[in-house]
């Protein structure tokens, strides 16, 4: 069964959205930091603090219109990076505030980094806006963010904040970044890389499907492949009652969530040129041993245990499918390319 407009938009969107939400959140709680840090500066700090929360309320609604398909979401490799690598750094300082102390103008020269790092990550222009409110929210996103780096060098000017030096101060209250437990953070993490995987399987099957409609000689071929994909989605959603009891995975660190929805968005792209262009039997079978060949050799069924035994039999389950899929276009390979030959030495 092909994936609905709804499902695709979320796979392309939302882990993304949900990254912008992380780096907001971030934001608002180093302002937070400073606030408590500098009373006699609170309310500036207190002011942005709040508007970086609002930041956050405003993606949720974006997450929301990416899931229900409202408007698409093109995801370059360098607007991720750029995130996490400002989610980190905004982390890093709450972490040293917290234990070291900071200055105000140590405080605005981090904030005017942070801002900056927003504006030249560009995530606020990746969206490809067919729908009006996404316009609106997009564009108080970028105002927004402009408007804070313009007030922050305003306030820096007073303190000539390139200058080291001042008065080192330190939060009075302490600020957690994430108010879940590391259980359930962990039981969190894992769900997002247990909904990848069974996405990948549902992404599989809908590119069956088209090939079965676009290949009408061998549409029962596909047809069994695309059947069987989504056999292994509904497996490996059985998963979800023994993660949410507390079975979680080990050596999860192996497998790469950000490549595994890199893959994803390969597949819907196959699919897309196999629905707009002319499709040949060869080019199929080559497009499809390609990617189960990776997802075997990823080892995430192999290399990635639970205390839940019933995960270790559908690991071994899946384990044993991939190779047989492998094997099975292998063969299929091996006999169109026989077939090709036989006619044209017949012809």
Same mark, same amino acid.
Request: net charge neutral; proline share 2%.
């Given at each position: 069964?092909?994936?609905?407009?709804?499902?695709?938009?979320?796979?392309?969107?939302?882990?993304?959205?949900?990254?912008?939400?992380?780096?907001?959140?971030?934001?608002?709680?180093?302002?937070?930091?400073?606030?408590?840090? &500098?009373?006699?500066?609170?309310?500036?700090?207190?002011?942005?603090?709040?508007?970086?929360?609002?930041?956050?309320?405003?993606?949720?609604?974006?997450?929301?219109?990416?899931?229900?398909?409202? %408007?698409?979401?093109?995801?370059?490799?360098?607007?991720?990076?750029?995130?996490?690598?400002?989610?980190?750094?905004?982390?890093?300082?709450?972490?040293?505030?917290?234990?070291?102390?900071?200055?105000?103008?140590?405080?605005?020269?981090?904030?005017?980094?942070?801002?900056?790092?927003?504006?030249?990550?560009?995530? /606020?222009?990746?969206?490809?806006?067919? $729908?009006?409110?996404?316009?609106?929210?997009?564009?108080?996103?970028? #105002?927004?963010?402009?408007?804070?780096?313009?007030?922050?060098?305003?306030?820096?000017?007073?303190?000539?904040?390139?200058?080291?030096?001042?008065?080192?101060?330190?939060?009075?209250? *302490?600020?957690?970044?994430? #108010?879940?437990? /590391?259980?359930?953070?962990?039981?969190?993490?894992?769900?997002?890389?247990?909904?990848?995987?069974? $996405?990948?399987?549902?992404? =599989?099957?809908?590119?069956?499907?088209?090939?079965?409609?676009? =290949?009408?000689?061998?549409?029962? %071929?596909?047809?069994?492949?695309?059947?069987?994909? /989504?056999?292994?989605?509904?497996?490996?959603?059985?998963?979800?009652?023994?993660?949410?009891?507390?079975?979680?995975?080990?050596?999860?660190?192996?497998?790469?969530?950000?490549?595994?929805?890199?893959?994803?968005?390969?597949?819907?792209?196959?699919?897309?040129?196999?629905?707009?262009?002319?499709?040949?039997?060869?080019?199929?079978?080559?497009?499809?041993?390609?990617?189960?060949?990776?997802?075997?050799?990823? $080892?995430?069924?192999?290399?990635?245990?639970?205390?839940?035994?019933? &995960?270790?039999?559908?690991?071994?389950?899946?384990?044993?499918? =991939? *190779?047989?899929?492998?094997?099975?276009?292998? +063969?299929?390979?091996?006999?169109?390319?026989?077939?090709?030959? +036989?006619?044209?030495?017949?012809?």
């Amino acid at each position: 069964m092909p994936l609905s407009r709804e499902k695709k938009a979320a796979l392309m969107g939302s882990s993304y959205i949900r990254k912008i939400m992380e780096h907001e959140e971030a934001l608002q709680i180093l302002y937070s930091c400073f606030a408590s840090a &500098f009373p006699k500066y609170r309310e500036f700090w207190e002011q942005i603090a709040q508007e970086e929360l609002r930041h956050k309320q405003m993606t949720l609604v974006l997450d929301q219109k990416t899931k229900t398909g409202e %408007f698409g979401f093109r995801r370059p490799d360098y607007l991720y990076s750029n995130l996490v690598d400002s989610i980190q750094f905004v982390t890093n300082i709450i972490q040293r505030v917290e234990t070291k102390g900071i200055t105000m103008r140590e405080a605005l020269a981090t904030a005017v980094k942070a801002e900056s790092n927003m504006l030249e990550s560009k995530y /606020m222009e990746v969206i490809h806006e067919d $729908s009006e409110s996404a316009k609106r929210i997009l564009g108080i996103l970028r #105002q927004d963010t402009e408007s804070h780096l313009k007030k922050i060098k305003k306030e820096a000017g007073k303190f000539k904040w390139h200058v080291l030096g001042g008065k080192t101060c330190k939060p009075s209250i *302490h600020f957690e970044i994430n #108010q879940k437990s /590391m259980i359930d953070e962990a039981k969190q993490a894992q769900l997002e890389i247990l909904e990848c995987l069974v $996405s990948l399987e549902e992404s =599989l099957s809908t590119l069956y499907n088209t090939y079965q409609t676009k =290949l009408d000689d061998y549409s029962d %071929f596909w047809a069994k492949i695309a059947t069987e994909e /989504m056999q292994h989605a509904a497996m490996l959603k059985t998963l979800y009652p023994y993660l949410q009891k507390g079975n979680l995975f080990q050596n999860i660190g192996r497998f790469n969530k950000e490549a595994m929805i890199k893959e994803i968005d390969n597949i819907l792209d196959i699919e897309y040129s196999a629905k707009n262009k002319t499709l040949t039997m060869q080019e199929a079978l080559h497009n499809a041993l390609k990617l189960e060949t990776q997802l075997a050799e990823s $080892s995430f069924y192999s290399t990635v245990e639970s205390a839940s035994p019933e &995960f270790k039999v559908i690991c071994e389950r899946m384990t044993s499918v =991939l *190779h047989e899929h492998k094997k099975r276009l292998q +063969d299929k390979t091996i006999a169109y390319q026989k077939e090709k030959k +036989d006619n044209v030495e017949w012809i």
